[in-house]
């Protein structure tokens, strides 16, 4: 049994013997898997490595400035921000299918980060490697295909070009997601991004029902931060898996509000626990925390006049909509 401060020890040697003296470069995401990554190989190296972050508009609230200003005071790292925001909302103009949605955002991100990472070589005169945030479960997900059928595409910051030209670094190879915990604990990130749930890499983007605008993005966003705000003030973080909340944007429905009648959409709250994601089950929330959130869902964003709950376990619904 390794205990964090083991592992870190040595991995920061295991990574200065394989990059020496090179460049190298990462992709954050925002997630942990990327966020401990890549704070491990600055411990090792130091200014060597410059981290990219590619804001494609599909975030959450508070997750680029969780970025920009937490985890860069807490590393000290090099970061390079890229605004894509209006690339990706234009990419995905008219788009309603969910795959189709899925691979224009991994294209878009590859192509966005490709960008970037050259520009990042030009200054520093040619990068060799590039950090992954490949976790043990991954490792033997990509290892193990037995033919089964894509469900959904995965898009993450994991999933870059075969036929990049750099070497990889893939310090968590062998941990579980609990460990990397632990070791971003150990290597002093900030508490709210080690702990975070996981949210997929096309963002809001898939949690938009429908084509994916800006006005839907803020309505999505706000409705999202006060689900994020109500859990965490009671203390349930940690008894789910996640919580995605999901804009059914061609829907409309009847409501009242003071004497007027509205006519607005529906927010679906799917809170799900699970053990590694492959099933799941609905979460049974207090029903006094969910009357909170419904009312100030309803309350604080105009364009929402229903809450509803998703109540399907994993299989048959998976748990994000798209
Ligand atoms: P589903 O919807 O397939 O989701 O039941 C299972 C888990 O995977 C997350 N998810 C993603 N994560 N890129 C990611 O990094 C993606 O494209 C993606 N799609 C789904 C989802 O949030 C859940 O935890």
Excluded at 298 to 314: A, C, F, H, Q, Y
Aim: proline share 5%.
């Amino acid at each position: 049994d390794w205990t964090p401060a083991e592992i870190l020890t040595e991995q920061v040697e295991a990574i200065r013997a394989k990059i020496g003296d090179e460049k190298v470069i990462c992709a954050l995401s925002g997630g942990v898997d990327s966020a401990v990554a890549a704070a491990l190989v600055h411990r090792a190296v130091g200014d060597q490595l410059t981290c990219v972050f590619v804001d494609h508009g599909l975030l959450r609230q508070g997750e680029r400035a969780q970025v920009e200003r937490d985890y860069v005071a807490a590393t000290g790292i090099n970061l390079v921000t890229v605004d894509a925001a209006d690339r990706f909302l234009g990419a995905l103009a008219g788009v309603t299918d969910p795959e189709t949605k899925r691979k224009i955002i991994g294209r878009e991100f590859i192509r966005v980060f490709e960008a970037a990472a050259a520009d990042v070589a030009k200054d520093a005169g040619g990068v060799k490697f590039l950090v992954q945030g490949t976790l043990y479960p991954d490792v033997v997900e990509s290892g193990g295909g037995s033919g089964t059928a894509t469900i959904k595409s995965h898009h993450n910051v994991g999933g870059l070009p075969e036929d990049i030209t750099f070497s990889l670094v893939e310090p968590l190879r062998l941990l579980f997601k609990d460990e990397v915990r632990l070791l971003g604990a150990e290597l002093g990130l900030p508490a709210a991004m080690v702990a975070r749930h996981p949210f997929p890499g096309p963002g809001l983007g898939i949690r938009i029902i429908g084509e994916v605008t800006a006005e839907r993005l803020a309505i999505t966003r706000a409705a999202d931060a006060i689900v994020r705000a109500e859990m965490t003030a009671a203390g349930v973080d940690a008894q789910i898996w996640q919580c995605p909340v999901v804009l059914l944007a061609d829907v409309r429905s009847v409501g009242v509000q003071g004497d007027g009648r509205t006519y607005g959409h529906p927010i679906v709250l799917r809170p799900v626990s699970s053990e590694d994601a492959m099933t799941a089950d609905w979460s049974r929330l207090e029903y006094d925390l969910l009357a909170r959130i419904s009312g100030r869902i309803t309350g604080e964003v105009p364009e929402v006049n229903r809450v509803v709950l998703d109540i399907t376990s994993k299989p048959p619904g998976t748990i994000e909509w798209e």
